[in-house]
C-alpha cells in the first residue's frame, strides 16, 4: 500500500550545478501483484541472467502446459509444482543427450533455467512453465578452465513429441505413486464449506468468466492477433499428449545479446498489467485478453472477482520464482567453466562513477586465455573477434557490448535503479537538463522532513486516502477517475 508514494519516503538527488532536485519513491519489493515492483524484479532478473548466468550462446525456450485437470493440484502444493518442473527439464537433458549421441558427443553437460508461472494472458489461474535452455551442450577436457560449447541439431517434431510423451507419463506416475490421483471414482466430492479462502480463490480464477467484446486499445480490429491465421500443428515445433502441451519453437542466436535478454524478460514478467486495466462505467473491472478469441477482447468481472484472481496470481511461500538445474545450478562442478567471466573492479572511477574504459579493457585482457568458447565451425568464439584463425583456436578477447556497471565493480549482482532504467528503456534518469549529472544526496524516511520538501517541490505531501471497504452487494457508488 506504500509502494511509490513520495509520502512515505524517498531517495533525493540533487544537480550540483543547476541545483534540480530528482525524488525517487521507495518500493515494497514484494512478489504479490505490485506492477512496479514484478517490472523492477523481471528487469533485474533478467539483466542478472544475461550478464552472470547464460553465457553468450543459442539460447531455445520450451514451454510446459498441463492440463486443466491439474493447474489447481500445481497451484497449491509446492511438492507437485516442484517435481513437474523437474521433470521437464530432466526429459529436456535427455533429449539434448540423444541429439548429442547422434552426433558422435559424450560425457556431455546441459543447462536450464525454470520460470514456474501461475497465469495466463487474461487473468486466469494457468500453471504452466517457462525454461530457458542453451541450445546445445558442454564438455570439457580434463584441467580445463573453460568448457566448450556444441550446437545441436534442431529439435525436430518428432523429438519434441516424445518428450511430451515421456513428460505425460512420468507426472502421471508420479503423482499417482504420491497419493495426488486417486482412480477410486466413488470417493465423495470435498465439502465446499471446508475450502479455505485461498483455495476458493483458486477455484474461481480457473474458469474462463465474463468475456465481452470493448472496444480495443490496440487500434482497429484489422490489425489484432485474432485476424492473422493460426498455423497448422504439423508445422510448429510442438507437442501433445492428453492434455500436456510443449512448445519449443523460440530460439535466440548466440550473437543476439539484447533477443537473449528480451526473451528472458518475457519468461520472468509479471502476471498483471495496467495497461490492460480499466475500470468501466457500472464499476466493473475489464482487463484485455492479449490474444482475443474471435469478437472477445475483455475480461469483466466484479470488483470482488477481481481481488479473488489477484489473490489467486500471488505465489504463496515455498513456490520459487526461479530455479537452476544443470550447469547453472548453484553447486554445480560446471558452473565456473561456463557462466560469463566477471571482470575485476578497475577501482578508478570517473566523476559520473563509472570505471575507466581503459583499466577495464586491460582486465578484459587478462582473462583472454579463459573464455569461453562455440566450438563449431560455423559460429563464433564467445566475446572473440573474427580473424582469419579456425573458431577453436580463436580467443581474441574483446570487451563485451555493455557490461553493467553492478557487474565490474560491485560485489552485489543487484543492478541499482538508474542503471536498469538506462538498459531497458535507454534513458538516463539521472542526466540533468543543464548538462550536468543529478547524485542522490539523501534517504527520507520521517513524516516531518518528507512533508517539508515534498510541500516545498509543490509536490502532493499526504498519501491518498484508503476507500473504506464496501459491501459485495456495491450498495455504495463506487468512483471512477474521469
Not at 528487469?43 to 491439474?70: K, M, Y
Not at 500445481?74 to 535427455?94: K, M, N, Y
Not at 553437460?109 to 494457468?126: D, E, I, K, T
Amino acid at each position: 500500500m506504500k509502494c511509490g508514494i513520495l509520502a512515505h519516503g524517498f531517495l533525493r538527488a540533487r544537480c550540483r550545478s543547476c541545483g534540480k532536485d530528482l525524488l525517487v519513491a521507495l518500493s515494497c519489493k514484494k512478489r504479490g501483484v505490485c506492477p512496479s515492483c514484478n517490472a523492477r524484479r523481471m528487469c533485474g532478473t533478467a539483466a542478472h541472467l544475461t550478464d552472470h548466468v547464460v553465457p553468450e550462446v543459442p539460447l531455445r525456450q520450451w514451454v510446459l502446459s498441463v492440463p486443466f485437470e491439474l493447474r489447481l493440484l500445481l497451484a497449491r502444493d509446492p511438492r507437485a509444482l516442484t517435481a513437474v518442473g523437474r521433470i521437464f527439464v530432466q526429459e529436456i537433458f535427455r533429449s539434448q543427450r540423444e541429439r548429442a549421441r547422434r552426433s558422435e558427443l559424450r560425457s556431455t553437460a546441459s543447462g536450464a533455467v525454470c520460470f514456474p508461472q501461475r497465469f495466463g494472458g487474461s487473468m486466469n489461474l494457468n500453471v504452466h512453465f517457462h525454461v530457458a535452455v542453451p541450445d546445445g551442450v558442454f564438455t570439457a577436457t580434463k584441467g580445463a578452465a573453460r568448457a566448450d560449447f556444441w550446437r545441436l541439431p534442431t529439435p525436430d517434431r518428432l523429438d519434441v513429441e516424445t518428450l511430451t510423451v515421456n513428460v505425460e507419463m512420468r507426472v502421471v506416475s508420479w503423482l499417482r505413486r504420491h497419493g495426488f490421483l486417486n482412480d477410486d471414482s466413488s470417493e465423495p466430492p470435498a465439502d465446499p464449506a471446508a475450502r479455505s479462502a485461498l483455495e476458493v480463490c483458486l477455484l474461481g480464477s480457473l474458469g474462463l468468466g465474463e468475456l465481452s467484446a470493448l472496444p480495443s486499445r490496440r487500434g482497429p480490429a484489422g490489425d489484432s492477433h485474432d485476424s492473422l491465421p493460426a498455423p497448422p500443428r504439423s508445422q510448429r515445433r510442438g507437442g501433445h499428449s492428453r492434455g500436456f502441451d510443449v512448445h519449443a519453437g523460440v530460439v535466440v542466436s548466440a550473437s543476439d545479446r539484447d533477443g537473449r535478454e528480451r526473451l528472458l524478460r518475457y519468461c520472468a514478467r509479471p502476471p498483471l498489467s495496467l495497461e490492460r486495466l480499466s475500470v468501466l462505467d457500472d464499476g466493473r473491472i475489464a482487463y484485455a485478453i492479449r490474444k482475443p478469441w474471435g469478437n472477445e477482447t475483455h475480461r469483466v468481472m466484479s470488483p470482488l472477482q477481481f481481488l479473488a484472481r489477484l489473490a489467486a496470481l500471488i505465489p504463496p511461500p515455498r513456490h520459487p520464482l526461479i530455479r537452476f538445474y544443470g550447469v547453472f545450478a548453484p553447486h554445480s562442478s560446471w558452473r565456473e567453466k561456463v557462466v560469463p567471466i566477471r571482470l575485476p573492479c578497475c577501482h578508478q572511477r570517473d566523476e559520473d562513477g563509472s570505471c575507466s574504459p581503459d583499466s577495464t579493457a586491460a582486465a578484459a585482457a587478462t582473462t583472454a586465455t579463459t573464455v569461453a568458447r562455440i566450438v563449431k565451425s560455423s559460429t563464433l568464439p564467445i566475446l572473440a573477434h573474427r580473424c582469419s584463425d579456425p573458431a577453436p583456436y580463436c580467443t581474441a578477447a574483446i570487451v563485451p557490448r555493455y557490461v553493467a556497471q553492478a557487474a565490474v565493480h560491485e560485489p552485489s549482482t543487484r543492478i541499482d535503479w538508474a542503471e536498469l532504467v538506462k538498459r531497458v528503456h535507454d534513458v538516463d534518469a539521472l542526466a540533468c537538463p543543464c548538462g550536468g549529472r543529478l547524485k542522490f544526496v539523501a534517504l527520507i524516511l520521517d513524516a516531518d522532513p518528507a512533508r517539508a520538501i515534498l510541500e516545498s517541490l509543490r509536490l502532493p505531501s499526504e498519501p491518498p486516502a484508503i476507500a473504506r471497504a464496501r459491501s459485495p452487494d456495491w450498495l455504495d457508488p463506487i468512483p471512477v477517475d474521469a
